[in-house]
């Protein structure tokens, strides 16, 4: 029963990640997590790999050359 509700979740996990989840949606996660240790790991991985994903995208837009076309701007 218990994994049921695990997979029910599931996709609120990456809404809520996204920061996509609806009000009555976060609070069910929020219910779940309360109760499931392994949804709430699951939930802080998540979390940091989208910190570190963010952080490398910033990283590679910070050291990209601007395109031939943009350098004419300036």
Known sequence: MARDACREVADLLVASTLHEISDGDRQALD???AACSACRRQHQALRD????LTALLQS??????????DQSLY
Request: some cysteine; aromatic content about 6%; hydrophobic content about 25%.
């Open 31 to 33: 219910a779940h997590l």
């Open 60 to 69: 590679c837009l910070l050291y990209t050359s601007p395109s031939p076309r």
């Open 49 to 52: 790999d989208d910190r570190r």
